[in-house]
C-alpha cells in the first residue's frame, strides 16, 4: 500500500493558488481543496469557479473535500470541474449511493468523509461504492487545529473492515496531520494524508511533504495491518 500526500491548500495564500500548487507539485500526489459553505461548517472557503480555474493551472490531480450542505446537489459539478476525487460527507449527504454513483459517472473517484464522532461502521455496505473514507481528524472547518487521537480507534477498525472485504478503498486522514502525528495515522491505517499548515506553514513547503512522507512511510513499514 503506497503512502499518499495531499497538501491541503487552506493553509495556503489564496491570493496565489497556482503559485502554492506549484510550490508542491513535484512532491505531492493530490491538491486538497477544501470546499466550504458556511453551513455544514461555520467557515466559508472556495467553490466551483475556483476549483474550475486552479484545474487549468496546476497538473496536480484535485482532492475536493467537500463540506457543504447539500453534497448531493454539487457533489457530480465538482467532478464535472475536473477533479480527480470528490469527497462527501456522510452528515450531510440525502441520497449517499446515488451521489456516489454520480461522482463516478462524472469520471472522478468517490470519498465519503466522517466526522470524528460519526461512526464507520454502517456504511460497510457501502464499502463497493466508494473508492476512498476520509476519517476527520479534528472537526471539520478549520486549519490548525489539534489532531484527535479518539479517532485512531476508529481508523483501525476502518483498516480492518476495508481488509475483511479485499477492497481497494484508500483511508484518508485530514486534520491536525504533521510531524507528531503522522506516524500514528500511518501506523492505525491510513494511506492518504492531508497536511495543511504542516506544509504551508512551513518555510519550505515542499522539503515539508517529503520529511511528512518519510515518517509515514517508516510507520507504514512496521504497522501491524501491512503484514
Ligand atoms: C479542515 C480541513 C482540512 C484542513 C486541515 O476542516 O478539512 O483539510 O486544511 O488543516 P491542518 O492540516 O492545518 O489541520
Ligand atoms: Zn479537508
Known amino acids: ?61 484535485l482532492d475536493c473535500h467537500l463540506m457543504i450542505s447539500e453534497p448531493d446537489r454539487w457533489a ?44 464507520v461502521e454502517p456504511f460497510e455496505d457501502l464499502l463497493p461504492e466508494l473508492d476512498m473514507l476520509l476519517l476527520m481528524t479534528v472537526e471539520p472547518g ?13 481508523l483501525r477498525r476502518a483498516r480492518a473492515m476495508v481488509q475483511r472485504h479485499g477492497a481497494s478503498v484508500w483511508l484518508q486522514v485530514d486534520g491536525g496531520v504533521g510531524e507528531e502525528t503522522i506516524e500514528r495515522c500511518a ?10 499548515s504542516a506544509v504551508y506553514g512551513a518555510d519550505n513547503p515542499a522539503a515539508a511533504v517529503q520529511a511528512l512522507r518519510r515518517r509515514a512511510e517508516q510507520a507504514t513499514a512496521r504497522a501491524s495491518w501491512q503484514r
Request: zero cysteines; hydrophobic letters at 55%; proline letters at 6%.
Open 187 to 196: 501506523e492505525a491505517g491510513a494511506d492518504v494524508f492531508v497536511a495543511g
Open 76 to 119: 457530480a459539478g465538482y467532478a464535472e470541474a475536473g477533479a480527480r476525487n470528490v469527497t462527501v460527507h456522510a452528515e450531510a449527504l440525502q441520497s449517499p449511493v446515488r451521489t456516489l454513483r454520480l461522482i463516478r459517472a462524472a469520471g472522478a473517484r468517490a470519498g465519503l468523509a466522517v466526522n470524528p464522532a460519526s461512526p
Open 142 to 154: 478549520f486549519g490548525g487545529q489539534s489532531f484527535l487521537d479518539i479517532v485512531l480507534p476508529k
Open 1 to 61: 500500500m503506497a503512502v499518499q500526500m495531499a497538501p491541503s491548500i487552506l493553509s495556503a495564500d489564496f491570493a496565489r493558488l497556482a503559485d502554492e500548487a506549484a510550490a508542491v507539485a513535484a512532491v505531492a500526489d493530490w491538491l486538497h481543496v477544501d470546499v466550504m459553505d458556511y453551513h455544514f461548517v461555520p467557515n466559508l472557503t472556495i467553490g466551483l469557479p475556483v476549483v474550475e480555474a486552479l484545474h487549468k493551472h496546476t497538473g496536480l490531480p
